[in-house]
């Protein structure tokens, strides 16, 4: 490792975040590129040369390469400068002014993913002013698009230019809000080692239709519907004990209360196939409950409006996330035509039901995550930076980027550190008003970014 002058203090992060925060970058529509150009003119007075590409002269990527000493393989940093929306939604401070206050950054993003990328470029800016290089190359990536399908961010340079990305074997990139207060004593530290992909379907539901003056049909289209409700509220798909879960369980079980831990262990052993909502925390039982099987919810009915006509057919699309591992939709759509018929009079509703693939997201061709010395390397780091905390892994209930990264044959870990409060759950305000983050963990998570490119396996 290179000296360390100690007149070169580390770049602070927090300046980068508040200007990154002020760029609206909007997705939809995006319109990503004065935040991608500031981006790229903060590296070139570093040194650091960068070019923009992809199909949209308004929503460009940013890719550098930073040279190593060699010392280490190359390493992906990858992160997207898109937000999503605040229409709708009554914030405390305005959402794109990045103010400060009560050591607290404000704003659209902070969170989900400009933190992470101020994180990200306060490390490399660190180095830079230290005269060090990288244990390996480092490739960084700023990419668009995230938040709508990545199809002219990660997804075309994954399409187009996989060439970027040969011989690098990990990437860093953003935790997808995994979050767990297990025990409101402990500060836990997510590190992501794989995550649930989009499966995103269409039922149609069809039945006699008519004048609505007339009540005593049976099996309308509406009566469907409530069965189909009433399934999805009450119901739930198989327990799959995938490696991930098996790991995460494995530890969670050995931090927290006996009686916990003992139901955590009859969940890996099948003997329970219930989350133990009543001796969790609300959110971290939600988030278990949605890392031991695949999950469906309904989010958009669609029916004629017309308030005195029997609706003849309804749509109801559903937001479908399975599981990672050797999972197929048909796989998936078998489960769910089990459910349906579970929760049905006739028991035959979901033989009856149609169902369209909208959307089926990337699947991972490594079914397990990997747990080697690089793996290792993020839980010493976060030791030696937190000798208080415990980072665990997680499955990540969404899925980001990382995905189309891993298809390109790299192991891949949502890993943005940070330095908050036993028992916060900062990260459940991303997409939601007042998303915020503390100043200082932003700090910590540069400083831990740092620590990881100046040595790594």
Known sequence: MSPQPETAEAV?????????????????????????????????EAGIESRLMGPD??????????????????????????VVPTDGQEWTHPPFEALLIDGEVWGRGAIDMKGGLAM??????????????????????????EENGSRVGAGWLATHHPELFEGIPYCIG??????????????????????????????????????????????????????????????RLPVHLTPALDRMLQEMSAVVGDELAAELAALRKGERTTVPYELMDTADAVYLDSTIRHTVNATIIRT??????????????????ILPGD???????????????????SGRLGDEVGIELLLEGSRNPKAEPEF???????????????????????????????????NLGMDCY???????????????????????????????GADCLYRLLIDHP
């Not at 004629?304 to 996330?321: Q, S, Y």
Request: charged letters at 25%.
């Open 372 to 406: 080697g010395p690089f793996y290792e390397r993020l839980v010493e780091i976060l030791r030696d930076a937190d000798p208080e905390g415990v980072p665990i892994p997680m499955i990540t209930p969404a899925s980001t980027d990382a995905r189309l990264f891993a």
């Open 120 to 145: 990200m470029l306060a490390a490399l800016l660190t180095l830079r002013a230290r005269g060090e290089a990288p244990a390996g190359d480092v490739l960084l990536a700023v990419v668009s698009d």
């Open 174 to 235: 953003e935790d997808g809000g995994a979050v767990l207060t297990a025990d409101p004593t402990r500060r836990f530290h997510p590190i992501g080692v794989a995550e649930k992909r989009a499966c995103w379907l269409r039922l149609t539901l069809r039945g006699r239709g008519g004048h609505a003056s007339r009540q005593g049909w049976p099996n309308l289209a509406v009566h469907q519907l409530t069965e189909v409700l009433t399934a999805l509220r009450d119901g």
């Open 304 to 321: 004629p409006e017309k308030i005195n006509m029997i609706p003849a057919e309804i749509t109801v699309d559903l937001d479908g996330r």
């Open 57 to 82: 002269p308004e929503r460009p990527n940013l890719i550098a390469r930073v040279p190593g000493r060699g010392e280490a393989p190359p390493l992906l940093l990858h992160g997207h400068s898109d």
């Open 12 to 44: 602070d992060p927090v300046p980068i975040l508040r200007r990154l925060i002020r760029f609206r970058s909007v997705n939809p529509p995006g319109e990503e590129r004065g935040c991608v150009e500031y981006i790229a003119a903060l590296l070139a």
């Open 327 to 345: 999972f197929g939709v048909d796989d998936y759509v078998a489960e769910l035509r089990a459910l349906l018929n579970e929760f049905s009079a």
């Open 414 to 444: 949502g890993w943005l550190p940070m330095l908050l409060p036993a028992g916060s759950r900062y990260q459940e305000n991303m997409h939601d008003a007042d998303e915020r983050v503390p100043a200082d963990a932003v700090r910590f």
